[in-house]
C-alpha cells in the first residue's frame, strides 16, 4: 500500500524486554520522524533523519535507538522498556525541511502497553 | 520547559457556530506555525499553517491568526460541522531543521 504505515499496531510487553517498532513510508521521503503522544504533553519528538544513514535526537530520545539503513525503513528500539514507555508512537515522514509547510504526514500509530 | 502550549484542554460549540482553538509560543525563532487534526486511533493529518511573516491564513472553513508580538496563534473554524470533532494539534517549525514542537492538544466537539 502506498503512503506510511507502522507494525504492529498494538504490542504489549514487558518491562527489560526489547521491542521494535516499524515504520514504512513508500514515497522515498528524505526525513522521517518519531513520535511518542502522551496525555498532556501532545507529540514528543523522540528522533529524526534526515537521510539514510544521517539520524539525531529529539526532544526524548533516552532509552530509544534508531537506525535507517534504507531510505523507506525507520525502526524504533527499545533496548529495555520501562513502564514511562508506555505510550502512543507515531512515525512521520516528509520530503524536505525548510519551505515545504505541508511538512510530515504521520502513519496511523503504535500503541504500546508495558507492563 | 514547553515551548508550544494548547491551555484549553477541550472546547465545546454548537454546530454552525464558530470554533476558536488558541496556541501560544515562546520562542521568536520559529519561523511556520501549523495545525493538525486527529481523529482517535489515526495519526494526525496536517489542517492549514502560516509563515512567520504573516498573520492571517485562509483555506476554506479554516483561518488561522497569527499575532507576533503577543506569540499567540489562534484557528478559526467558521461555520463548525459535527465531522470537526477531533483532537487540533498546534506545532511550530524552524524550518532549517523540518522539526515539529508540538502543543498538548484541544478536544474540539462539535454538537448537532
Known amino acids: 500500500d502506498a503512503g506510511i504505515t507502522q507494525s504492529p499496531r498494538y504490542k504489549i510487553t514487558e518491562t527489560g524486554r526489547q521491542v521494535t517498532l516499524m515504520c514504512h513510508q513508500t514515497w522515498s521521503h528524505s526525513y522521517m520522524f518519531w513520535y511518542r503522544q502522551d496525555l498532556g504533553h501532545g507529540l514528543r519528538l523522540i528522533y529524526y533523519?534526515?537521510?539514510?544513514?544521517?539520524?539525531d535526537k529529539g526532544e526524548v530520545p533516552d532509552g530509544y535507538v534508531v537506525s535507517r539503513s534504507k531510505t523507506e525503513n525507520f525502526p524504533l528500539t527499545l533496548e529495555s522498556a520501562t513502564r514511562s514507555q508506555t505510550s502512543v508512537y507515531f512515525c512521520?515522514?516528509?520530503?524536505?525541511?525548510?519551505?515545504?509547510?505541508?511538512?510530515?504526514?504521520f502513519g496511523p500509530g503504535t500503541r504500546l502497553t508495558v507492563l | 520547559d514547553q515551548q508550544v502550549k494548547q491551555n484549553s484542554p477541550s472546547l465545546s460549540v454548537q454546530e454552525g457556530r464558530i470554533s476558536i482553538l488558541n496556541c501560544d509560543y515562546t520562542?521568536?525563532?520559529?519561523?511556520?506555525f501549523l495545525w493538525y487534526k486527529k481523529y482517535p486511533a489515526e495519526g494526525p493529518t496536517f489542517l492549514i499553517s502560516i509563515s512567520s511573516i504573516k498573520d492571517k491564513n485562509e483555506d476554506g472553513r479554516f483561518t488561522v491568526f497569527l499575532n507576533k508580538s503577543a506569540k499567540h496563534l489562534s484557528l478559526h473554524i467558521v461555520p463548525s460541522q459535527p465531522g470537526d470533532s477531533a483532537v487540533y494539534f498546534c506545532?511550530?517549525?524552524?524550518?532549517?531543521?523540518?522539526?515539529?514542537?508540538f502543543g498538548q492538544g484541544t478536544t474540539l466537539q462539535v454538537k448537532p
Open positions: 512521520a515522514s516528509s520530503p524536505q525541511s525548510g519551505i515545504s509547510t505541508d511538512t510530515q504526514y
Open positions: 520562542n521568536s525563532m520559529f519561523d511556520y
Open positions: 533523519s534526515a537521510a539514510a544513514d544521517i539520524t
Open positions: 506545532a511550530a517549525m524552524w524550518s532549517n531543521t523540518g522539526k515539529l514542537i
